[in-house]
């Protein structure tokens, strides 16, 4: 039974550039949430999925978006990149609304 | 405000002794409480999650307390090993309204010299 999956592993961009990270869910689950997680702090909230809409909306610039595939893999999408947008997203997918979450490994992205 | 604090500072204990961490919360009346442990670079791993109307759940080394009354949960893992070494978080589910989600503390370091 595969896991949550997630690419790419790392990644680097510069300022003002687009970046779109990938997340396929643990099977079985059909809610995926994505987060952000700088160096020393732990996970913040961006959005979740859930039959293809989102949700729910922690609180990040329109900048962050987001899309859920009939598969229930999603994809987050950033554009304008800035410094700050410099962290490990990761990506988790849960059975039931706000249950455990299982995340993936993480993407961690640098922005330059 | 509303937030969710945890032992800032990390916690170092000898192997073989029970290591105990700390959730505390304001402001929130929780429907329950989840905790991760996380290793460098890697995604939280979900350990326990406890109800609100439970005061105590185990699995294996770890057990969870909760007392709303108090605003905070312990986790304690006994007779810790090096392999314990992590940070561990705690999540607050909490229902503000139609605004249902997941508050996460920064998490705590744990250290378990053999």
């Known amino acids: 039974d595969a896991g949550v999956t997630q690419s790419p592993t790392h990644l680097i961009k510069t300022r003002g550039q687009q970046v779109t990270l990938r997340c396929s869910p643990k099977s079985g689950h059909d809610t995926v949430s994505w987060y952000q997680q700088a160096l020393g702090q732990g996970p913040q909230f961006i959005f979740q999925y859930y039959e293809e809409e989102e949700r729910q909306r922690g609180n990040f610039p329109d900048r962050f978006s987001g899309h859920q595939f009939p598969n229930y893999s999603s994809e987050l999408n950033v554009n304008a990149l800035l410094l700050g947008d410099s962290a490990l997203y990761l990506c988790a997918s849960s059975p039931t609304f706000l249950g455990e979450q299982y995340f993936g490994p993480g993407t961690r992205l640098t922005v330059t | 405000s509303q937030k969710i604090e945890q032992n800032s500072e990390a916690l170092n204990i000898q192997e073989g002794k029970t290591a105990t961490l700390t959730c505390n919360y304001t402001?929130?009346?929780?429907?329950?409480l989840q905790w991760y442990r996380q290793d460098p670079g890697r995604g939280p791993v979900f350990l326990l999650l406890i109800r609100e109307n439970e005061k105590e759940k185990r699995k294996e080394r770890l057990k969870v307390t909760f007392d709303t009354t108090l605003k905070q949960s312990l986790f304690h893992i006994t007779a810790s090993q090096p392999a314990d070494s992590a940070t561990y978080l705690c999540?607050?589910?909490?229902?503000?309204?139609?605004?249902?989600?997941?508050?996460w503390g920064l998490g705590t370091s744990l250290a378990v010299n053999p």
């Open positions: 402001n929130y009346s929780p429907a329950y």
């Open positions: 999540a607050l589910r909490i229902n503000a309204g139609n605004n249902r989600k997941l508050i």
